[in-house]
Nanobody, 124 residues
Framework: QVQLVESGGGLVQAGGSLRLSCAASGRTFSGYVVGWFRQAPGKEREFVAGISRSGKSARFADSVKGRFTISMDTAKNTVYLQMDSLKPEDTAVYYC?????????????????WGQGTQVTVSS
């Protein structure tokens, strides 16, 4: 079983950048896809980005395409979400999640393991 810990959240002005990290412990990310989701107050958890278990393919929600990138550092057993050109509507708690599959899914139900989340607040 893999345990996930997110870090890197914080307060940033609109137009700024943050890099979130998702570190795995207990075992490596080998064989897992990793997804990033977010949940704003009063809203459902939504898919943001995901990376395949090979680290070679990624998918993004339309709302973040061109602004966010996702990458995997196998040596550090960490997945990163680089968030640029942040907007106030990106404000949410961001969660990373892992699943044993080949390619990332945008469906919350497809992920077995979840981190505790990290708060991202973008001020206007």
């Amino acid at each position: 079983q893999v345990q996930l810990v997110e870090s890197g959240g914080g307060l940033v002005q609109a137009g700024g950048s943050l890099r979130l990290s998702c570190a795995a412990s207990g075992r490596t990310f080998s064989g897992y896809v990793v997804g990033w989701f977010r949940q704003a107050p009063g809203k459902e958890r939504e898919f943001v980005a995901g990376i395949s278990r090979s680290g070679k393919s990624a998918r993004f929600a339309d709302s973040v395409k061109g602004r966010f990138t996702i990458s995997m550092d196998t040596a550090k057993n960490t997945v990163y979400l680089q968030m640029d050109s942040l907007k106030p509507e990106d404000t949410a708690v961001y969660y990373c999640a892992a699943a044993i599959r080949a390619f990332a899914s945008a469906n919350v139900r497809d992920y077995e393991y979840w981190g505790q989340g990290t708060q991202v607040t973008v001020s206007s």
